[in-house]
């Protein structure tokens, strides 16, 4: 089953100062329908003003993954980590036990990021921050693990996150194709953050994005180009 999710269709809330689209319910957007898909709780997409961002929040017992399409984030948290995450790189936040961080936008440009959220696969943990960065060229033609909580992922420089699931990112060229199989009882949320892609004869528009259930070889091709992320996550049930 894949289930395409119009970019129309993902909340749109615009704060002046943050123009940002919720794939699943959150804050003051609620969706009993898109609560999460499986253990992926959040996915949003956020443009960020100069010289804007969010200030010190606390967070716990979640997996965050933000990826820069666009200018660069600056993180700053209570345990000390300070760090500016660029265009095409990835950070992630373990939050444990307990963290408060904040994010900026300190660029002369508006910043685009996805920031997901994934449930850990046990509560508590110290917390932790970490970033890496992961060249384009590098994920020409092939799906590249950014974050994981496998160990095989971790040895190919993968960010490490606490649950068994995987961020995937890649860069097709025009015409271009992959493949990826899912395992039994995985569940996979696909995102094409530049690009147009046709996913098991499918056609998934930028920044729209697609659930996928019960499909074990998902074919993920682009007749223009494109970059993608996925989510492969647990079903946790679903």
């Known amino acids: ?17 943050l123009d940002t ?19 992926l709780r959040v996915w949003n997409d956020d443009i960020i003003q100069a ?26 948290d209570s345990m000390g980590h300070e760090g500016r995450t660029d265009a095409g790189d990835v950070q992630v936040m373990s939050a444990g036990t307990g963290i408060e961080h904040e994010e900026w936008n300190r660029e002369d440009v508006p910043t685009h990021i996805f920031q997901i959220w994934i449930f850990p696969r046990e509560q508590g943990g110290a917390p932790r921050w970490n970033s890496a960065k992961f060249p384009k060229a590098d994920r020409a033609g092939e799906l590249v693990a950014l974050a994981s909580g496998r160990a095989a992922d971790l040895a190919r420089g993968a960010l490490e996150i606490r649950q068994d699931a995987t961020i995937l990112g890649s860069t097709l060229a025009p015409g271009q194709s992959i493949s990826h199989r899912l395992g039994d009882g995985r569940l996979a949320y696909l995102v094409p953050a530049r690009g147009e892609v046709n996913l098991n004869g499918q056609r998934v528009p930028e920044r729209a994005a697609a659930a996928i259930l019960r499909e074990p ?3 993920i091709g682009s007749r223009r180009g ?13």
Do not use: Q
Not at 1 to 17: K, L, Q, T, Y
């Open 226 to 238: 494109a970059e993608i992320l996925i989510a492969e996550v647990p079903s946790l049930g679903a």
């Open 21 to 39: 689209r919720h794939h699943f319910s959150f804050g003051d957007y609620h969706d009993p329908k898109r609560i999460n898909w499986g253990a």
């Open 217 to 219: 070889i998902i074919d």
């Open 51 to 76: 010289g804007t961002g969010f200030g010190r929040h606390p967070h716990r017992d979640m997996e965050i993954i933000t990826y820069v399409l666009d200018g660069a984030i600056t993180h700053r």
């Open 1 to 17: 089953m894949i289930e395409v999710r119009n970019f129309d269709s993902i909340a749109h809330i615009d704060h002046g100062w």
